[in-house]
């Protein structure tokens, strides 16, 4: 469970798990996936850990290897607990010392992997926002992606963080349809039955063709409705109703009736309730192909989805584009960025 304090609060009676004050307790923590390549450390000790980062980061020049050895194979609830028994041995904030001891990129995941998954997302759309202009894909990616619980989870921590609420930045940075639609996902309010009316499937497919294909101009506030609102067990059902009545994929209507910023938003909808573990491949891909990366993108989608469901990413991206995920990333990074990342990506396979 997640509070807004930067923690999670396992309850020892649920889970045999002695609390995070036994500090001198091996204990051991469920990651916060199933399908993750990151999952709990067997024999985990926090001091241990922090005994080995403490020795790594000490003296002239740092220990890359031993940051990637013990934080890479942890989980984020134990980073927690490290994290504490750093602070309790040195009487120093463990993201801190790293912070002074890491650079570039490999800092930006090493400085992820510390955070709790609603304040890294709640960090990631601090940064798309502040200063001047604003990421538009960061919010996108991040708000398409999430449940009702977790989107919830982003907001407290966003609050917490940083004292603003998070609704009324993005209301401020963005305009127009768009913003609606981001809007509509920060209520949390998707239904997440798995009922499913034939009638209502029906019904939804044929208003979004109405709204779009079967018109002149295209009255987006349909396909929000829908898209936005229906549970996905219910959409994907539409979305078989749309093709036929169409005999168009709502993806291929959506670019057709659409384009910018929402385009994107409600591709990133459909992508993610059809598929999201396909829907984070074709993501990493293109931070990848061609000349460059687009690193922001590649560490955002590693960090956040490690412990969570990468084993389905790596499996959807070989099956998109022929390659492991694994080679992409050891042929575009390299050193300790590189390395952390693939033990994020885990095998080669």
Known sequence: MFFPNGYYIVSEKMTGIPSSSEADTPVTMAAIGSRGTVTEFRGFNADEDAQKLHKGMKGVGTDESAIIEVLAKRTIAQRQLIKQAFKKAFGKDLVDELKGELTGNFEKVVVGLMMPSPVYSAYELRNAIKGAGTDESYLIDILASQNNQEMREIIAAYKNAYGKNLEDDICSDTSGMFQRVLMS??????????????????????????????????????????????????????????????????????????????????????????????????????????????DS?????????????????????????????????????????????????????
């Open 185 to 294: 996902l920060l209520t949390a309010n998707r239904d997440e039955s798995d009922r499913v009316d034939q009638a209502q499937v029906v019904q939804d497919a044929k208003a979004m063709y109405e709204a779009g294909e079967a018109r002149w101009g295209t009255d987006e506030v349909r396909f929000l409705t829908v898209l936005c609102t229906r549970n996905q067990k219910h959409l994907l059902r539409v979305f078989e109703e749309y093709q036929r009545i169409s005999k168009h994929d709502i993806e291929e209507s959506i670019k057709r009736e659409m384009s910018g910023n929402l385009e994107d938003a409600f591709l990133a909808i459909v992508k993610c309730l059809r598929n999201k573990p396909a829907f984070f491949a074709e993501r990493l891909h293109k931070s990848m192909k061609g000349v460059g990366t687009t």
């Open 297 to 349: 993108i590649l560490i955002r989608v590693m960090v956040s989805r490690c412990e969570i469901d990468m084993l389905d990413i790596k499996a959807q991206f070989q099956k998109m584009y022929g390659k492991t995920l694994y080679s992409f990333i050891k042929g575009d990074c390299s050193g300790d960025y590189r390395n952390i990342l693939l033990q994020l990506c885990g095998s080669d396979s």
